[in-house]
């Protein structure tokens, strides 16, 4: 059974920097990409930032030249280096992967991690 565990959300002040990490363990043969989506309340979940297992990237917008998505893909982890937070940036975040694991592939989710800016 796959699990994704998200790490490192929190509060900080406008204009510093977070990084998110989030582990997939379980039986996974295959990675075909990891990345991050958040949720302001109220709204829907939006997808911040995904790398595919070949290393191609794709951003939301918003985020763009302030964060950055990477994969370790020996330890099945992907990274959300956050930097020049705004208040706008808080919201819960996500960890999604979609990956192979016994027979088949699945789209998987973590269970959250706050991320607070203040003004």
């Known amino acids: 059974q796959v699990q994704l565990v998200e790490f490192g959300g929190g509060l900080v002040q406008a204009g510093g920097s977070l990084r998110l990490s989030c582990v997939a363990s379980?039986?996974?043969?295959?990675?075909?990409?990891m990345g991050w989506y958040r949720q302001h309340p109220g709204k829907q979940r939006e997808l911040v930032a995904r790398?595919?297992?070949?290393?191609?990237?794709n951003y939301a917008d918003s985020v763009k030249g302030r964060f950055t998505v990477s994969m370790d893909k020996v330890k099945n982890t992907v990274y959300l280096q956050m930097n020049s937070l705004k208040p706008e940036d808080t919201a819960v975040y996500y960890c999604?992967?979609?990956?192979?694991?016994?027979?088949?592939?699945?789209?998987?989710w973590g269970q959250g991690t706050q991320v607070t800016v203040s003004s």
């Open positions: 379980g039986s996974i043969f295959s990675i075909n990409y």
């Open positions: 999604n992967a979609v990956l192979g694991s016994g027979t088949s592939y699945g789209d998987y």
């Open positions: 790398v595919t297992s070949g290393g191609s990237t």
